[in-house]
């Protein structure tokens, strides 16, 4: 109902992973949106595995949803940020989208993080003039989890800020957070986001120059 036009393209490719890779590349977008079902059976383990693939492949902003509830219940966006995932080359664009859906859904932003992601965020907010209400609480203690998911109310659609392997950001103790909100939190809408990262190299770019045609030939 919001009259945004969209535009549908069609790609052929052996795996959904790289199809979505190599077609973010060809459009030149900056965000890919994909939504992550809970897994149920074998076809799910299998759309599972392709998330990961393309997390590793895809080196635009990536967002991941599942959800659950219709967005009219949400109360709070909770925004959770790591230690130093404002280097992030594409964590402005997170922001801005972040406060562009608050605004949307006519809600506040409580944002967990340590002091100097709170100070770079609000630099951001400043800078580019944005009117979205940000509400701060600091996190000293990552490893305790409770910390942050006792204050979770089922009416929060939480978002996630992450890093993928190999960027400026990222740090192995967070690689289980996210699937301890998803068993934990499993009414809540959830949005998993991996910012692009401009210094990140994906496994599809090391294989870039490599063709087929001796393989296609042997083929036929």
């Known amino acids: 109902n919001s009259e945004v ?3 549908t393209i069609a790609r052929n490719d052996h795996k959904p992973a790289s199809g979505i890779a190599r077609t973010s590349k060809e459009i030149m ?8 079902k809970k897994k149920t059976g074998f076809l799910d383990k299998i759309f599972g595995e392709n998330v990961d693939s393309i997390i590793n492949n895809v080196d635009k902003s990536l967002f991941i949803c599942r959800f659950e509830r219709n967005f009219i219940e949400e109360k709070r966006l909770v925004l959770i940020c790591p230690p130093f995932s404002e280097s992030g080359a594409g964590f402005q664009l997170l922001i801005q989208k972040i406060c562009r859906l608050s605004q949307e859904l006519s809600i506040p932003i409580v944002i ?3 002091y100097k992601t709170h100070q770079a965020i609000q630099q951001i907010a400043n800078y580019l003039k944005l009117n979205a209400k940000l509400g701060f609480k600091s996190i000293l203690d990552w490893d305790d989890f409770d910390a942050i998911s006792d204050e979770i109310k089922p009416t929060d659609l939480i978002v996630f800020n992450l890093s993928r392997k190999g960027s400026i950001s990222y740090q192995s103790i967070f690689d289980k957070l996210p699937q301890k909100f998803e068993r934990s939190f499993t009414e809540n809408n959830l949005i998993l986001v991996y910012p692009q990262d401009d210094n990140k190299v994906t496994s599809m770019d090391a294989y870039e120059d490599f063709t087929a045609t001796p393989l296609t030939k042997g083929l036929e």
């Not at 977008?29 to 992550?36: A, D, F, L, N, R």
Request: net charge neutral; charged share 30%; no cysteine.
């Open 5 to 7: 036009k969209i535009n």
């Open 112 to 114: 967990y993080a340590e």
């Open 29 to 36: 977008s900056y965000i890919v949106i994909v939504e992550k």
